[in-house]
């Protein structure tokens, strides 16, 4: 009986907390299923892949003719200045070549020094002596010729004698005239020629020699310009990978590349529907795979004129503002551009919108239905060009 009185005077104060439960309730499911409109920010970002490139990037290539294998190689992010060393090609088989084309070069100049200062000189020599020996002997004759006369003259020699030495006179004149012929001859085309030949020699030789000279200093490589490097992937013995050390190089074969690491850019592809959409001066957020907590700030600086091979689409071209030092070319990049920004967008949720005959509607707090027209959106919301305004109270699905 104790008991009763307790009961009535417990339960005024649970029939109070239930009606108040009750409200909350009711007052929460309203406010759950009422929107109110009002002006907010609005973005529209379109989503990209890229790959990080150099923006003026170098790319060295093997300068030696045929097979040339790698003996020395810089390791890949190397930071270098211009001129510091970055690789070296085994340069045996050029210093034999070397050794071989110096000694021909020699044995040329040998035997044009040979020409010049001996064998042309006596054999010039000889041929003087002869022509001097016979124009001696001419006069002799001449001496002869005219005593021979005078004894023909006094009857003491017969006419025989004195044609004799006439006709010996007339043989010496000839061998005269032909031996300073042949000493013509001899120093002005012979000579001359045989010493064009000869230096011809020692000019292929030393043509020969300078060449490989040069091409010695390719077999080591140096920066031509400040960067840091990056060895590119290549088809070697099967597989696609870096260079390295022993492996073979055909000449003009790209074998290393130089980026300016302060100077990045991003390149991606875009399809001919979003040439009116995303144009130069967009901005953009990159984010890196590779260092998932770093966020960069880009700026859409070009569009290709033409689509690139395998039909990509057109390439687009983004540089970042600031970089970040462990960044390399070659990173793969999400790339996210701001195409469209608004402050105060009417901004609703796709839920809240329905079709009628291709006429977007949404129903208000007293359960009208208003046509809108809406105008770009996102994947969870829309924005709403007219129909509605800030402050309006629309129902919920």
Do not use: C
């Amino acid at each position: 009986m104790r008991l009763r009185p307790l009961l009535f005077a417990i339960l005024p104060l649970l029939i109070l907390i239930g009606l108040t439960a009750v409200g909350l309730s009711r007052r929460q499911t309203s406010e759950e299923t009422i929107l109110e409109v009002q002006p907010t920010l609005f973005e529209k970002w379109t989503p990209l892949l890229g790959r990080l490139e150099a923006a003026n990037p170098i790319t060295l290539r093997a300068e030696l003719d045929g097979l040339s294998k790698i003996t020395w190689l810089i390791e890949d992010g190397t930071p270098v200045m211009a001129g510091d060393e970055l690789a070296r090609f085994d340069p045996s088989e050029l210093e034999e070549k070397k050794l071989t084309l110096a000694r021909d070069l020699e044995i040329a100049e040998a035997e044009l020094r040979s020409l010049n200062q001996a064998l042309h000189p006596l054999e010039m020599q000889r041929l003087q002596n002869e022509t001097r020996s016979l124009q001696a002997e001419k006069r002799e004759e001449a001496s002869l010729l005219q005593e021979t006369q005078e004894l023909v003259n006094e009857m003491l020699l017969a006419e025989g004698e004195l044609e004799r030495h006439q006709n010996k006179l007339k043989d010496l004149e000839a061998k005269i005239q032909s031996a300073q012929e042949q000493v013509r001859l001899t120093r002005d085309i012979l000579h001359p020629a045989v010493e064009q030949k000869a230096q011809a020699r020692r000019t292929a030789a030393q043509t020969a020699l300078e060449r490989i000279d040069k091409r010695l200093l390719h077999t080591v490589v140096t920066a031509p310009v400040t960067g840091t490097v990056y060895l590119p992937s290549l088809h070697i013995d099967g597989e696609h990978r870096n260079v390295r050390v022993g492996d073979g190089l055909f000449r003009n074969q790209v074998f290393m590349g130089l980026a300016d690491l302060t100077a990045l850019e991003l390149k991606s592809y875009i399809g001919e529907q979003d040439l009116s959409r995303l144009v130069p001066g967009l901005q953009a957020r990159v984010r890196f795979p590779a260092y998932p907590a770093q966020t960069l700030i880009a700026t859409l600086s070009r569009v290709g004129s033409h689509p690139e091979g395998n039909q990509k689409g057109y390439s687009v071209t983004f540089v970042i503002d600031e970089t970040l030092s462990v960044l390399r070319p070659g990173l793969t990049a999400e790339i996210d551009v701001l195409e469209y920004r608004q402050e105060d967008a009417l901004l609703i949720p796709r839920g809240l919108v329905r079709y009628q005959n291709g006429n977007a509607r949404v129903q208000r707090k007293n359960k009208e239905w208003q046509t809108i027209k809406i105008g770009d959106g996102n994947a969870g919301y829309l924005t709403v060009l007219e129909g509605i305004k800030a402050g309006d109270l629309l129902l919920r699905p």
